[in-house]
């Protein structure tokens, strides 16, 4: 009997258990399958916004152009910004950028909470390619760069005129002009330019928002001068990648063609000449090159200062000794560059002073003088050794590398000329002279 009883109350308990998991369970698990169902946290994530790399969702946005004369205060004020934020930021941000620099003509932005007044964050832009965000609520101050899209420009003429104002007409900025004067100054005479002369170059430019701010250096080059080709080919050797004629002989040399980018010689070493000032014939034992005041000028080699001053016939000049051989002056300077002085190591290119009328000069130029061995030299006729070419090792390596180069270009079309033009066999040519 009592093992009856049991039986039916374990009968009786598992159909209430059963009664229980369809009145309490079924109903839950519908309740938990209605959660399930709403929409996935990632749909709300690709609607967010964001600017300059701030989630700006929902709140409100001013951008607007710095006035003259406008200050951090008198913009931040409209919005709300306490004086004692204003003057935090402006302490706290010397060393990333300071304010003092806001310039008239250059863009910011304001964002501002929805449900307040004041505005949370301050962006500013110095150039088209970076800016600086200003966090008004946390006071951090950091400074960012805009994604920039870079693509390969590549252009082709010929000379009719010079090379500056035949590059610029095809839209060749005067970086690059810069960079091909230098590439080829000891190899080409671009005061003797030839017309029917011929170029071409590979370049990539920087473009931030649609607007070009910026080129790379020159990828790979070509120039035909009175009928003999120059190829300029890049190839690392040594750990670095330098420029090799199709004979393997390196463009690089000790020093820079000239101490300023392109420009105009307007005098030449003379052994009497006439001095516009002093009224008299002298020997004038440097060279002259016509520039603006304020122009930079550049070191022409590595070497030491060894004088930086003002005399009443030199002007601000500087004096630099590259080695045991070979010493170079820059006369008549509007200024000497900060850190100058005697005994600061100079790097080739490193600019040193600007372009001026000190002394004894009629009009801004710069006086380039060059001793070779203790003796004053004509800079122009000097003949500087190459750097190492082609070493045997790499001989089969450039020789594929040279290849690929020289499809490259035979594919840059020059107006009125056949593409097949710098694909044929190159003519030899000697790595630092030109007819």
Not at 188 to 199: E, H, R, V, W
Request: with cysteine; hydrophobic share 35%; charged share 25%.
């Amino acid at each position: 009997m009592k093992k009856i009883w049991i039986g039916i109350a374990a009968l009786v308990i598992t159909i209430g258990a059963a009664s229980s998991l369809q009145f309490f369970d079924l109903p839950f698990q519908k309740e938990k399958e209605a959660e399930i169902v709403e929409p996935p946290l990632i749909d709300s994530l690709a609607n967010q916004v964001f600017l300059y790399g701030i989630n700006v969702t929902g709140l409100n946005i001013v951008e607007g152009t710095v006035s003259k004369n406008q200050t951090l205060g008198s913009i931040l004020a409209p919005f709300n910004v306490p004086y004692q934020i204003i003057d935090q930021i402006a302490k706290k941000s010397k060393e990333i950028f300071d304010v003092r620099g806001i310039a008239a003509n250059k863009k910011f932005t304001v964002v501002t909470p929805a449900d307040s007044a004041q505005a949370a964050f301050f962006i500013y832009e110095p150039n088209p390619a970076e800016y600086v965000v200003f966090n008004l609520d946390s006071i951090d101050i950091y400074k960012a760069e805009k994604p920039a899209e870079y693509r390969t420009k590549e252009a082709g003429g010929i000379i009719n005129s010079n090379l500056s104002a035949d590059m610029t007409g095809l839209g060749i900025t005067y970086d690059i002009i810069d960079q091909f004067a230098d590439l080829y100054g000891w190899s080409i005479d671009f005061g003797a330019l030839q017309k029917g002369d011929k170029f071409k170059v590979s370049y990539q430019e920087k473009v931030i928002d649609g607007v070009v701010v910026g080129v790379s250096d020159i990828q790979t080059a070509f120039f035909e001068h009175k009928g003999t080709p120059y190829y300029a080919i890049p190839f690392e050797q040594n750990g670095e990648v330098a420029f090799f004629d199709q004979n393997g002989d390196s463009f690089k040399k000790a020093f820079l063609r000239d101490p300023l980018k392109y420009s105009r010689i307007s005098s030449r070493y003379s052994l009497k000449r006439f001095h516009p000032v002093q009224k008299r014939y002298k020997a004038h034992l440097g060279t002259d090159y016509a520039a603006p005041t304020g122009t930079e000028i550049r070191s022409v080699g590595e070497g030491t200062v060894i004088d930086a001053r003002y005399t009443s016939a030199n002007g601000n000049y500087v004096k630099i000794k590259h080695n045991g051989t070979y010493t170079t002056q820059y006369l008549h300077m509007s200024k000497i560059a900060k850190g100058i002085k005697p005994g600061t190591r100079i790097k080739q290119g490193q600019v040193i002073g600007y372009v001026g009328s000190t002394g004894l000069a009629t009009g801004p130029h710069l006086c380039f003088r060059f001793w070779k061995n203790g003796k004053q030299e004509d800079w122009l006729r000097e003949k500087i050794p190459p750097s190492e070419p082609i070493s045997s090792a790499n001989k089969l390596a450039f020789e594929s590398t040279k290849t690929e180069y020289m499809d490259r270009l035979a594919t840059i079309i020059i107006p009125g000329e056949p593409a097949r033009l710098v694909a044929e066999t190159p003519k030899p040519v000697v790595a630092g002279k030109s007819e």
